[in-house]
Every structure is written in structure tokens, then in C-alpha cells.
């Protein structure tokens, strides 16, 4: 039976994109496990630092729908799951296909190695979007083809290559994004405007990263905590852009404890940080036009407000779209 490669490629790329910001310093991934007679059997993501990579979420979800055997689902842990597949997978995965945004690690690190498992497991054939950037865990490519597994690369290239463009500026110099929420009427003053989802999901990403970038005047006006409450998170540092440099220190993000506060009237401090998130409207998307890598909308299907992006003409790329939750999530690049 012929598959179709990219469409499911496509559902591995969906899936990984929910993900995108949270996995800092890893890869934001996605994989999917197919039988031979071309039935989705898992689509998974890597979804934390530290937590099983993509294929072993897949491989496990997958080996739970074959067999119903829950004890698999029990298991958190990625040594775990490597462990209980080997010793009891009795063969079932000989006939499937995997398809994994990018190259399947081949080293260990605070995870066992995803190519290693994948020989063990002896999958039929495994299609690829992205080679792995990093010395340290390629070459997985190898270790499949070393062990007969037929291996296919480039499957949806580009767009697993703008998946996993913020591992590889992180890795050269800096990951800046710049998340705004907006209404449908494109309004983004007036209060909270997304669900708490949505919010619960900008937490999400607070917590891994290193700064957030935010204007004096929000500060002075809306007093926030800019903390990651909602998922028990940590709180980043902080530059708050401004050209004065007084503030009351009463307003919530100046008592988190643990926390660096930076005011400045520049970006300069930027350099010093890995993965940065920059909180907006129009004056502050003017001023970080020129450091910002991707951009983050929220939009929350609702009318109000009184006030928006006015006076500015970009196009942008649309990189993926989530609207699975109640607001849209959209992620972008501006067109240059």
C-alpha cells in the first residue's frame, strides 16, 4: 500500500508546533507511528525538556493501541519506556513506519537514545524531516540504515526546518519571539483579553525562559506580576524598555523573588540570554522590529477595546496555525 509520506509528516509537524516554546533547550518535535496498511497508530510530542523525546511518546502510544496493554501508560519516565518496550515488544512494530520531524537522537543524554531504540524495536522504515543540528546527538540517520531499517530524508523539509529554526538560534546566538493577544477587531488595550488557556499556555513559556521584554509604559499602567503562576512555574528576568529609568516598586514583578530586573532605554542586555519573549502592543512591536526571530498571536474570538496596531504595514509567513483551543494561536515570520 502506498502512504502518503507528507501528509503524515503534516500531522507530526501539527503536533510538535503545540509545543513550540516550551521545550527550551530542546527541540520543539513531533512523530507519528503508521502500520503498513497506512492506519495512524500515534502522533506525539516531545513536550518538556527532560521528558521523553517524540518518537518514544509515539512508540508508546502506539504499542498501547496494538496490544491494550496499559501498563505501558503508567510510565512517565524515558528510560522507563525504552526499557519496557525492549523487553516487550514482542516484534509488533516490525511492519510499521515512523515519521519523526527531525533526525532521531543518537546519543544519551538525560534521555536514552531514540535511534538505538527505534533499531531495537527493528521498525520497517523511518521518514525524516530535519537532519539534527547538533554534533553531539546526530549521526542517528547512520545507526537506523547500520541496522537494515530503510531511512528516508527530507520529507516536508521546510517546514521541519522552520520547526526547528529556534533550537538552532539558540544554539548560534538567541531565540527573540514577540507575543501579542489581540480581539477580533484587532484590539489589544482594555484588560485581559484570551482565555485562561491561552494565558496558562504564555506561563508555560515564561517559565523556560531566560528573559521577557516588556515596555515601561505597560508596566506603570497595568502593574503586572509577569510571573508563571499558572502552571507553578519561574518567574524570568526581566528588561523593562524605557527612557525613565524610576519606577514604583511596588508593582508585583519588582517582588518575585530570585528575579533580575533590567531598565533600559536599549536591547543591548539581550545579548545575555538564550531564549527570550518579548510582551507587546504597537509601540513595542515598533521598537523590536529589528531583534525579533518569530512572532506569537493570540485571538480571542471577541469585540472591544478601543485601541490596536494602527499605522503599521508588515506581511507575514504563517508558520502554524493551533485552533484547537478557544482562542487562535498563530505562530509567524514577518516578510523582509
Given amino acids: 500500500m502506498v502512504t502518503d509520506n507528507n501528509f503524515f509528516m503534516s500531522l507530526a509537524l501539527k503536533e510538535a508546533w503545540k509545543y513550540q516554546g516550551l521545550t527550551y533547550p530542546?527541540?520543539?518535535?513531533?512523530?507519528?507511528?503508521?502500520?503498513?496498511?497506512?492506519?495512524?497508530?500515534?502522533?506525539?510530542?516531545?513536550k518538556r525538556a527532560g521528558n521523553p523525546h517524540a518518537e518514544v511518546e509515539a512508540l508508546k502510544s502506539a504499542y498501547y493501541k496494538l496490544t491494550n496493554d496499559s501498563n505501558i501508560l503508567e510510565l512517565t519516565n524515558s528510560a522507563d519506556i525504552h526499557?519496557?518496550?525492549?523487553?516487550?515488544?514482542?516484534?509488533?512494530?516490525?511492519?510499521?513506519?515512523?515519521?519523526t520531524t527531525l533526525e532521531p537522537c543518537s546519543h544519551v543524554g538525560k534521555t536514552p537514545s531514540c535511534a538505538d531504540l527505534i533499531s531495537?524495536?527493528?521498525?520497517?522504515?523511518?521518514?525524516?524531516?530535519?537532519?539534527?543540528?547538533?554534533?553531539?546527538?546526530?549521526?542517528?540517520?547512520?545507526?537506523?540504515?547500520?541496522?537494515?531499517?530503510?531511512?528516508h530524508n527530507d520529507v516536508?523539509?521546510?517546514e521541519c526546518d522552520n520547526l526547528l529554526e529556534p533550537f538552532g538560534m539558540w544554539k548560534q546566538k538567541n531565540f527573540v519571539f514577540f507575543?501579542?493577544?489581540?480581539?477580533?477587531?484587532g484590539t489589544t488595550?482594555?484588560?485581559?483579553?484570551?482565555?485562561?488557556?491561552?494565558?496558562?499556555?504564555?506561563?508555560?513559556?515564561?517559565?523556560?525562559?531566560?528573559?521577557?521584554?516588556?515596555?515601561?509604559?505597560?508596566?506603570?499602567?497595568?502593574?503586572?506580576?509577569?510571573?508563571?503562576?499558572?502552571?507553578?512555574?519561574?518567574?524570568?528576568?526581566?528588561?523593562?524598555?524605557?527612557?525613565?529609568?524610576?519606577?514604583?516598586?511596588?508593582?508585583?514583578?519588582?517582588?518575585?523573588?530570585?528575579?533580575?530586573?533590567?531598565?533600559?532605554?536599549?536591547?543591548?542586555?539581550?545579548?545575555?540570554?538564550?531564549?527570550?519573549?518579548?510582551e507587546g502592543g504597537a509601540n513595542m512591536y515598533e521598537l523590536s522590529r529589528k531583534y525579533?526571530?518569530?512572532?506569537?498571536?493570540?485571538?480571542?474570538?471577541?469585540?472591544?477595546?478601543?485601541?490596536g496596531f494602527k499605522k503599521i504595514e508588515d506581511n507575514f509567513e504563517i508558520l502554524n496555525?493551533?485552533?484547537?483551543?478557544?482562542?487562535i494561536m498563530m505562530w509567524m515570520k514577518r516578510e523582509v
Fill in 321 to 327: 496555525i493551533e485552533k484547537e483551543m478557544q482562542d
Fill in 83 to 99: 526499557t519496557f518496550l525492549l523487553k516487550n515488544h514482542n516484534n509488533i512494530f516490525k511492519t510499521t513506519l515512523l515519521y
Fill in 156 to 158: 516536508l523539509k521546510d
Fill in 26 to 46: 530542546n527541540p520543539a518535535v513531533g512523530c507519528c507511528v503508521v502500520s503498513d496498511t497506512g492506519s495512524l497508530l500515534a502522533v506525539e510530542a516531545h
Fill in 189 to 278: 488595550d482594555g484588560g485581559i483579553i484570551t482565555s485562561k488557556e491561552s494565558r496558562r499556555n504564555v506561563h508555560a513559556m515564561r517559565d523556560v525562559c531566560d528573559l521577557l521584554v516588556i515596555g515601561g509604559n505597560t508596566v506603570r499602567v497595568d502593574r503586572p506580576t509577569l510571573d508563571a503562576r499558572l502552571v507553578d512555574g519561574k518567574a524570568p528576568d526581566i528588561l523593562i524598555i524605557s527612557r525613565e529609568k524610576e519606577f514604583d516598586k511596588t508593582i508585583p514583578l519588582f517582588g518575585v523573588n530570585g528575579r533580575k530586573v533590567i531598565v533600559s532605554d536599549n536591547f543591548s542586555t539581550c545579548q545575555d540570554y538564550k531564549n527570550i519573549m518579548i
Fill in 179 to 185: 507575543k501579542w493577544a489581540q480581539r477580533l477587531n
Fill in 292 to 307: 525579533v526571530d518569530m512572532y506569537l498571536c493570540y485571538i480571542a474570538p471577541k469585540i472591544g477595546g478601543d485601541d
Fill in 120 to 151: 531495537s524495536l527493528g521498525i520497517k522504515k523511518v521518514f525524516v524531516g530535519s537532519r539534527d543540528l547538533n554534533p553531539e546527538a546526530a549521526c542517528g540517520n547512520d545507526k537506523l540504515l547500520a541496522c537494515g531499517i530503510e531511512v
